[in-house]
């Protein structure tokens, strides 16, 4: 079973980072990682990017609207305004990632 880990973030760039090298040493691969800006001005994309060859990674940004909106936002219903789709469309279970990079 495929899993989507949402990642609703405002501003934590370093912490999406820290969150995405643990994300690498998992043993479980069969999972997606889907990091929503929430508006930003400090934005983990270029963090996205490093990883975007390592992980199953979709990066979205979307204008601030808080953390539910951000965790109820997903590919099919079109929340971001730009988006980096770099893996197969998402499929499976989802799954909200409580971590310190939400808003």
Request: glycine share 8%.
């Amino acid at each position: 079973m495929k899993y989507s880990i949402i990642v609703p973030v405002f501003n934590r760039p370093d912490e999406v980072g820290e969150l995405l090298k643990s994300l690498t040493s998992q043993t479980y691969k069969d999972f997606e990682v889907i990091v929503v800006e929430d508006g930003s001005t400090k934005t983990c994309k270029d963090v996205c990017d490093k990883y975007a060859d390592i992980l199953s990674l979709h990066y979205y940004y979307k204008e601030n609207s808080g953390p539910g909106q951000s965790r109820n936002c997903s590919p099919t219903h079109g929340c971001g305004t730009s988006g980096r789709r770099t893996s197969a469309s998402s499929g499976g279970r989802f799954t909200t990632a409580a971590s310190p990079a939400s808003t």
